[in-house]
């Protein structure tokens, strides 16, 4: 496979995660404000204006301390903004700008649906509809890109790279949950019981893991629990340790033996790390600082894989 | 009938013997079209339009925002054209084509057309792509243009002319299969009763041509496509020809040259590059040899080609076959080299070369189209009956300073077709371009890709300007005339 190939299917595995986990996160910040906006203002503000810490580095939207204003503004930018470089909107853009130039990689379906996402969002930008309208739609096509891929793409090299790019970028955003958004929820002080538990669902909803956390750990959502199962479990297709086996398996697929590869190294050390590693009991607030660690480690995993597949 | 159909005033009409005559063909096609009312068929066209918008079925337009994507038109009334017909037609396509690279061999070898005087030898070595670098290298099989696109039109009396020929890299076949596609699935009672001759296979066919000239006589040689880049405007054809045929698609940067041997970087390391079907043209196709500033190309490839160690196709220096100033001569290129007269006539060309078409153009320029030999697109160029005399009188002033860097033609009414217009069909002027493979035997895709002038009365089929296109036909069977 030509390796400027799989950069481009690695960045547009990025891409579309990225906006897949954009719009789920603007999502939930908006049920939130519909739902405990009202009982508890100063804790649902910080929580929907907690998006910037998840996405370092793109455009800083000023929290006006009005819950919907807020909220406005955020979806202005996360969702529509071309100015933000963190946004859907541009992610969508760069995820179809990486396909169109591997389109002899992808299936029909694939690149179809790409596009076609694309396209809409860029009508509904240009005819200036509402956000509120827009994100449930961009939400779904986006959503159905990930299953023409699951259905109708080889699971060859280049599938391997659109999984490395994909579940990179989710393990990321999700440590920043767990590092950021959990100690959000939880605030500084007492909080009433219903807000506590929608911002709780918040957290796992941001990482698509609500139900799944559900069926595994009952409906009571212990913060530690919530970090252990975002972290660790091995069968939550959004957990970090799911990402790293993912991961493994593509490398493996790739032939990169933890000898010869730096990035498969340090791939398995941290799913070692995770698997071997983790107390028995966690301190959700300990793990904040480790998740961030883990995350840079992440990081660094990304740069060894541009330096072996893609600088040849 | 139920829809307007107008038929055209002058010109060859395709579809119509007259109004309310359709030629036998179109009979079927014409009434299941009309079973639909404007409101259906314009819901049909909305549903073909979102499809190819969908699957970036597209043109990049230079000039205008950078990367301004463009959908090709399409118009579904289908061109039709009958077994007989295309027998003529193929058996000419291939006789050119085959006279083509045996000019083209010539030129680069023992240039005996040019030492008996066939062409000029001033004319071919003064020529921008004659590569004067490349005398004395053969390409395998002795082919230059493996790929063809030969543009055919349809004059007053519906006999089909040669307009020009693409030996470089000739575009638009990708609409070819896209259009076929299309149709069968926006108006798929249109085939009805129809034999109409499959296109699907072309890629299959391209690949085999690339394979039999692999410098390496391996089983299956590694063919790899080669685009300037996403940005370049036929990108999707270069993605949709790599697709179908299951090769590499490679930018410039993705090939390296290290002793004469061409490999694509992978993430494996290095892999060799057998046969190259270059979408580059020769200018920026190595900077060592020729366009120095290019950074679209690969430095060392045609030294590379020239060691026998990679194929190009088409070969560097085949343009020098289609250039306009070498087109009058090419029915004697084809009764020199093949012994035979021309099966496909092609319009008839002066020479401002020839002393006596030179002094015929300087006399009929009103009645003339004059080109500039180095002039594409519509610039430098007379259009006689269309001008004023002032500017008749300007043109005459260039012409007689250089009459060598022109060529004149009487301008031809050429056929006009069925086509919709939103509310409802009327004849819109439209030409062919035929796709012919040459390795070790010439073959042609049956059909080709016919633009079409949407704007009524023009003459101008170019994508780039209004033009569209059409799903080609070619009937099986026997016989019969449109």
New interface residues.
């Given amino acids: ?6 950069e481009n299917m690695y960045w547009m595995g990025r891409y579309l995660e990225r906006s897949a986990g954009l719009c789920r996160k603007l999502e939930v910040a908006r049920n939130l404000a519909v739902e405990v906006g009202g009982l508890d203002p100063a804790s649902t503000l910080r929580f929907v204006h907690g998006m910037s810490s998840l996405y370092p580095g793109s455009s800083e939207v000023v929290c006006t301390g009005q819950v919907h204003e807020t909220l406005d503004a955020m979806l202005s930018s996360y969702l529509l903004g071309h100015g933000n470089d963190l946004s859907v909107a541009v992610s969508l853009r760069a995820a179809r ?1 990486n396909a ?2 591997v ?3 992808l299936s ?1 379906e694939v ?2 649906s790409i ?2 996402a694309w ?1 809409d969002l860029a009508a509904s930008i240009e005819s200036g509809r509402d956000a509120d309208l827009v994100l449930p739609e961009v939400q779904q096509r986006v959503f159905g890109i990930g299953g023409a891929m699951g259905r109708t793409m080889l699971r060859d ?1 280049s599938w391997a790279f659109v999984d490395l790019g994909s579940m990179l970028e989710r393990m990321h955003r999700v440590l920043l949950v767990v590092a950021y958004r959990l100690p959000d929820a939880l605030g500084d002080g007492p909080l009433a019981i219903p807000v506590q538990v929608a911002l709780l669902r918040g957290v796992l909803r941001s990482g698509a893991s609500l139900e799944n956390y559900r069926r595994v750990q009952g409906v009571e959502l212990d913060p530690a629990s919530i970090s252990a199962f975002l972290l660790l479990d091995r069968h939550a297709p959004h957990s970090v340790a799911y990402g790293l086996r993912v991961m493994e398996d593509a490398m493996d697929l ?2 990169a033996t933890e000898g010869e590869s730096e990035a498969r190294r340090r791939t398995g050390l941290l799913s070692a790390r995770l698997r071997y590693g983790a107390p028995e009991t966690f301190d959700w607030r300990m793990e904040g600082r480790a998740c961030i660690e883990i995350a840079d480690e992440i990081v660094s995993i990304h740069e060894s894989l541009s330096r072996q ?1 893609f600088a ?1 | 009938m139920a829809n307007q159909w107008q038929v055209a005033q002058k010109g060859w009409d395709e579809g119509f013997v007259s109004a309310g005559t359709p030629r036998g063909p179109y009979r079927d096609v014409i009434e299941v079209l009309d079973a639909f009312d404007p409101a259906e068929i314009g819901r049909r066209e909305q549903l073909q339009r979102i499809s190819l918008v969908n699957q970036g079925i597209t043109f990049t337009v230079y000039g205008e925002e950078e990367g301004v994507e463009r959908v090709f038109p399409f118009d579904f009334v289908p061109r039709i054209i009958t077994a007989g017909e295309w027998a003529t037609l193929e058996a000419g396509l291939q006789q050119r084509v085959q006279a083509i690279n045996l000019f083209l061999v010539d030129v680069y070898g023992e240039q005996r057309c040019l030492r008996e005087g066939i062409v000029p030898w001033e004319l071919v070595f003064s020529r921008p792509d004659f590569r004067r670098e490349l005398v004395g290298v053969l390409p395998r099989l002795g082919v230059f243009t493996h790929v063809a696109g030969i543009d055919l039109l349809r004059d007053e009396h519906g006999e089909w002319l040669v307009l020009e020929d693409n030996c470089r890299c000739p575009s638009g076949v990708s609409y070819v299969l896209e259009n076929r596609g299309l149709l069968t699935r926006v108006f798929p009672g249109l085939f009805r009763g129809h034999a109409v001759r499959p296109v699907d296979h072309y890629p299959q066919m391209l690949l085999e041509t690339l394979r039999h000239v692999s410098p390496r006589g391996r089983e299956r040689p590694v063919v790899a496509v080669l685009s300037p880049g996403a940005n370049n405007s036929a990108w999707f054809e270069h993605s949709f020809l790599a697709r179908e045929m299951g090769v590499p698609l490679v930018e410039g940067r993705d090939l390296i040259v290290e002793d004469d041997q061409v490999s694509m970087r992978t993430i494996a390391g290095r892999q060799r590059v057998d046969v190259l079907y270059r979408r580059i043209d020769d200018a920026f196709l190595d900077p060592v040899i020729f366009n120095s500033d290019s950074v679209l190309g690969v430095p060392g490839l045609v030294h590379a080609a020239i060691a026998g160690n990679i194929t190009l196709a088409n070969a560097p220096g085949a343009g020098v076959a289609d250039d306009k100033a070498v087109y009058p001569f090419f029915p004697d290129i084809i009764r020199f080299f093949l012994d035979e007269e021309p099966l496909l006539p092609q319009v008839p060309t002066f020479s401002g070369r020839r002393p006596e078409d030179a002094r015929f153009i300087v006399d009929n320029l009103a009645d003339l189209v004059v080109k500039r030999c180095d002039g594409a697109g519509g610039y430098g160029m007379l259009v006689g009956p269309t001008s004023t005399t002032a500017e008749i009188a300007a043109f005459k002033e260039g012409f007689e300073a250089a009459p060598g860097d022109f060529i004149a033609q009487h301008l031809v009414e050429f056929s006009s077709h069925p086509t919709w217009t939103g509310s409802g069909f009327a004849p819109r002027h439209v030409d062919l371009r035929p796709f012919v493979l040459c390795s070790e035997s010439i073959r042609v895709l049956p059909g080709g890709l016919t633009r079409v002038a949407l704007k009524e009365g023009s003459y101008v089929v170019n994508s780039s300007q209004g033009g569209g296109s059409k799903d080609t036909w070619v009937l099986a069977g026997s016989g019969g005339d449109a």
Avoid: Q, W
Wanted: hydrophobic content about 45%; overall charge neutral; proline content about 0%.
């Fill in positions: 496979m030509l390796a400027r190939a799989a700008e169109r130039a389109r002899d990689y029909r690149f179809e596009n076609s396209l090299e790739l032939g597949y040849v």
